[in-house]
């Protein structure tokens, strides 16, 4: 496997464009029976590329990621394959928390060089693993903005794996987004890279992902305190866009499209998951878990945070 994601890569056309697209698309179950239970989409073009697995709802009180991969499941492809996981901790989404209703963190469970700790997270990496993908994109929210340290929050940023090239595309990317859709400086994307292996936090999916199958790895952090849900979603298509190819979408087609269509296609539910978001992190939830949830947004800011002292 090459952990190079400059060849000639996916060619995405919105789903609802009207063009037409050489790809065939199937989805299937994962714990399935289970109140884990949750569904794999994978696009497949007739010509050669690489693999490309996107993952949502690690965090079901993250909604702009889950939202966004739902998206993202339903592009076409011109080369190569798509997979994503839009609700992978599909019992936290539905709960509308950070955790499900055992209290553990999904993004803790994926140790490097080893198998991973949880049911469900065993069935992800297994999605994973049959795959082998070149490039991995987890999409993930923030209560704060990441200011180099895990004190405030990790929002607005781009974390990848080791590599000059990754670096460079991931830099690309958040300069393109700041420069195009992004109004206010104080939003601006920035980059950072992983944390070492020996280092907190530590059993993030990605860093497994790069470590143990060599893939080109990035986790996105957007703001979830503040910008409306269309708007963070439109960040995380456009930052996936540009990760996996610059200039992917054709002129008539761009990501502004897309993820408007999907934000007019579902308003009134994700307004709701927004609103119950919210309340829920700032612990004015009237589900009776708006301490844990809050709880579990403060974990949040330390979770993702790559800095050696986090």
């Known amino acids: 496997m090459t952990a190079t994601a400059s060849f000639a890569l996916i060619g995405v056309a919105g789903a609802n464009d009207g063009s037409e697209s050489d790809s065939s698309r199937e989805s299937y179950q994962i714990l399935e029976g289970t109140d884990h239970e949750t569904t794999v989409y994978r696009t497949t073009a007739s010509a050669d590329g690489p693999t490309v697995v996107v993952v949502g709802g690690m965090h079901g009180n993250e909604v702009g990621g889950y939202e966004a991969a739902s998206a993202i499941a339903e592009w076409d492809i011109d080369?190569?394959?798509l997979v994503t996981i839009p609700r992978a901790n599909a019992e936290a989404v539905e709960l509308g928390t950070r955790s499900g209703d055992d209290g553990i963190d999904l993004n803790r469970q994926f140790p490097?060089?080893?198998?991973?700790?949880?049911?469900v997270a065993?069935?992800?990496?297994?999605?994973?693993?049959?795959?082998?993908?070149?490039?991995?994109?987890?999409?993930?929210?923030?209560i704060g903005i990441y200011a180099g340290g895990p004190v405030d929050g990790v929002g607005q940023a781009i974390f990848h794996s080791d590599g000059a090239e990754t670096a460079t595309d991931a830099d690309q990317a958040a300069d393109t987004v700041s420069q195009n859709l992004v109004d206010e400086p104080a939003l601006e994307f920035t980059t950072d890279t992983f944390a070492g292996p020996e280092t907190e936090p530590s059993g993030l999916l990605v860093h497994k992902a790069a470590r143990d199958l060599d893939a080109q790895s990035f986790l996105i952090e957007t703001l979830s305190r503040g910008p409306a849900l269309e708007t963070r979603v439109q960040w995380h298509t456009?930052?996936?866009?540009?990760l996996v190819e610059?200039?992917?979408?054709?002129?008539?087609?761009?990501?502004?499209?897309?993820?408007?269509?999907?934000?007019d296609g579902s308003s009134d539910e994700t307004a709701g998951d927004a609103d119950?978001?919210?309340?829920?992190?700032?612990?004015?939830?009237?589900?009776?878990?708006?301490?844990?949830?809050?709880?579990?947004?403060?974990?949040e800011v330390i979770e993702q945070c790559p800095a050696g002292d986090a």
């Open 122 to 142: 065993r069935a992800i990496w297994n999605v994973l693993e049959n795959h082998d993908p070149d490039i991995v994109i987890d999409l993930h929210e923030s």
């Open 276 to 299: 119950d978001s919210s309340d829920e992190t700032t612990g004015a939830g009237s589900d009776g878990s708006s301490d844990e949830t809050a709880n579990d947004s403060d974990d």
């Open 112 to 119: 490097q060089g080893q198998e991973p700790t949880t049911d």
């Open 79 to 81: 080369a190569g394959t």
């Open 238 to 242: 456009r930052l996936v866009t540009d």
């Open 246 to 263: 610059e200039g992917l979408f054709e002129a008539e087609t761009t990501p502004e499209d897309s993820s408007d269509e999907t934000a």
